[in-house]
């Protein structure tokens, strides 16, 4: 499965990845690369995984045909329901396959970093149901955006751990995290939230997204009966949902795969996250790819109405296959994904994540032609409603 991607054993994906890591993370990042092959070649690990996926999280997620948004467009929009996921996001897919292989590896203790905090409330919710111990990283900024996610990490019995350096958003609390697993490298398994980090991270979270483009698959055969769309939309903050609604099209060239980034006020303005369309190549938490950063390399602050885009770089998957021209990238704008939002609302009773809208607003700015298209609709709306109300004032 693992080699559908174009990723080579030292983590490159053409120009992007590899692991630049401290020396004290060697160890643990051999150790995670050894019992992710063992796991991956075990059956057991596999149906305790899909198990749970079928069960506890309630998939396959449904391929809705959006009728009245696809007759504002003229095409087909499927949308993929990623919000009906437990927990609200495509976020569970990965921490409960990551904190299955944590037990695997006999450690006791999960860490994670959150940004809008979907990924924090989903590895507290793993680490309640397999009676782990759990800390949340999370910059103030969010925490005082999120409210209702921060609720939920504590009531879910993890600490949530405020961090205060940089902007106080995603960035700074990965930081913390890696600064944690530093200091704690032999009991302590790091949940990441995303498609980024040191190799084999991007690889293994997109492997364990995957599961996103092999439901769409069959869920398209069926009501299609061709087993690919003509175009998959997904948002792109570091990459994890639209990394697992892509994989299993990254190579059959007859599917149009469109990546949507946060422009914030405008990419040409200094408020934005467009990490792959305002960046140049640089090293961030571990892997080298696209970043957004002055001219002598300082990281620049990025700015999303989303806290969950709010990430100045991106996976080196995207960075890839942005590069080579395999992925188109869009940047949305803040109003532009509000926009969107209020639309899905109102057309099809769906309240989308503030992540996903900037998803669903790129159907805007495309002229189809009865295409079939898949949009990714990564989570529910329900943490952003303070968001929603305020600035549609
Ligand atoms: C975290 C999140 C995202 C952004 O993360 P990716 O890794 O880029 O998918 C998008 N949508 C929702 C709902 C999220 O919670």
Redesign the pocket.
């Given at each position: 499965m693992k080699e559908i991607l174009p990723v080579n054993e030292k983590g490159y994906y053409g120009d992007f990845g590899g692991a630049y890591i401290p020396e004290i993370l060697f160890k643990n990042i051999a150790d995670l690369n050894d019992a992710y092959n063992e796991a991956l070649a075990d059956p057991s690990f596999d149906k305790q995984w899909k198990d749970l996926l079928k069960d506890y999280v309630g998939r396959p997620s449904p391929l809705y045909h959006a009728k009245r948004l696809s007759e504002l467009y003229g095409s087909k929009i499927y949308l993929k329901r990623e919000d009906l996921n437990h927990t609200g996001?495509?976020?569970i897919n990965n921490a409960i396959a990551s904190a299955l292989l944590a037990k695997r590896m006999g450690k006791k203790r999960l860490i994670a970093e959150t940004?809008?905090g979907?990924?924090g409330v989903a590895t507290a919710t793993v680490a309640a149901l397999l009676d782990m111990e759990c800390v949340v990283y999370m910059g103030e900024t969010d925490i005082q955006r999120q409210q209702p996610n921060v609720q939920r990490m504590r009531m879910l019995g993890s600490e949530v751990r405020p961090v205060t350096s940089g902007n106080r958003t995603l960035k700074d609390a990965t930081n913390e995290a890696i600064r944690d697993w530093c200091c704690n490298p032999k009991d302590t398994f790091y949940i990441i939230?995303?498609?980024v980090g040191p190799h084999p991270y991007p690889a293994m979270v997109a492997y364990f997204q995957s599961v996103i483009s092999s439901e769409i698959k069959e869920q398209l055969l069926e009501k299609e009966g061709r087993e690919y769309p003509d175009v998959v939309i997904a948002?792109?903050?570091?990459?994890?949902?639209?990394a697992g609604a892509f994989y299993h099209f990254i190579g059959n060239d007859k599917v149009r795969l469109i990546a949507a980034e946060a422009g914030g006020e405008g990419k040409e303005t200094p408020r934005t996250a467009a990490s792959i369309l305002t960046g140049r190549p640089g090293v961030l938490h571990g892997s080298r790819t696209m970043l957004m950063q002055t001219d002598d390399g300082q990281v620049i602050e990025p700015y999303s109405i989303s806290a969950?885009?709010d990430y100045p770089g991106v996976g080196p998957l995207h960075a890839h296959l942005a590069k080579t021209g395999r992925e188109e990238v869009l940047a949305i704008n803040d109003d532009e994904a509000l926009k969107a939002a209020y639309q899905l609302t109102s057309l099809e009773g769906i309240i989308p994540?503030l992540?996903?809208s900037h998803a669903l607003a790129v159907l805007d700015k495309l002229k189809f032609n009865n295409d079939i298209v898949v949009v990714n609709l990564?989570?529910r709306g329900d943490k952003d409603m303070e968001t929603y109300i305020n600035r549609m004032k």
């Open positions: 996001a495509h976020k940004g809008a979907q990924h939230g995303s498609t948002c792109i903050g570091g990459g994890s949902n639209a969950g885009l994540a992540e996903s990564s989570g």
